[in-house]
């Protein structure tokens, strides 16, 4: 059931929606959260990866921090909301997985697009700010929905059985 859910979020991807309002780094957490611990990390990369082949590979060294940051997205899940899911516990995911995604996609992009000084540094980090806005907006209403729908599920899944017989 974990695994139906993790495609259907994947297959949001495909379709239009603006920068980081995606459900990518809400699946590295509910994985991280529900998978097993050893392919948790690379759950959310395959939706990232054939994303990417569709609308087009980027600059390595970004991708490289891009993929990094999505991969600790499960640790994140692992580590937060593996044993116990609150509404605190939530919010703090959601909050040091944008972070985390903000700070490390956003330093590459440094290196290859501005001046390696300290002000090129601040003007890169300035100019991203919008950009994690909209990550924390697309993991909140993710994360509701991923868990929201697991939840759900394992509520109803054994009465929708014994229905059924």
């Given at each position: 059931?974990?695994?139906?859910i993790?495609?259907?979020?994947a ?7 603006p ?21 948790a ?20 060294l ?23 899911r609150?509404?605190t516990?939530?919010?703090a995911?959601?909050?040091i ?6 700070l ?7 290196v ?5 000084t ?6 890169c980090?300035?100019?991203?700010i919008?950009?994690l806005?909209?990550s924390?907006?697309g993991?909140?209403?993710f994360v ?7 939840h ?14």
């Amino acid at each position: 059931m974990h695994y139906v859910i993790l495609v259907l979020a994947a297959l949001l991807r495909l379709i239009p929606h603006p920068f980081n309002v995606t459900p990518i780094g809400s699946i590295g957490l509910f994985s991280g959260t529900w998978c097993d611990k050893r392919i948790a990390w690379a759950i959310p990369l395959i939706p990232l990866f054939l994303g990417d082949a569709v609308t087009g590979f980027y600059h390595p060294l970004i991708m490289l921090f891009v993929y990094a940051g999505i991969a600790i997205s499960a640790l994140i899940g692992r580590l937060l909301l593996a044993k116990k899911r609150t509404f605190t516990r939530f919010g703090a995911a959601i909050f040091i997985n944008a972070m985390v995604f903000y700070l490390l996609s956003n330093f590459p992009v440094w290196v290859v697009y501005y001046p390696n000084t300290l002000a090129g540094l601040a003007e890169c980090y300035f100019k991203a700010i919008p950009y994690l806005g909209y990550s924390l907006i697309g993991d909140s209403v993710f994360v509701s929905l991923l868990f929201g729908m697991h939840h759900v599920a394992l509520r109803y899944a054994g009465k929708l059985y014994v229905a059924a017989r």
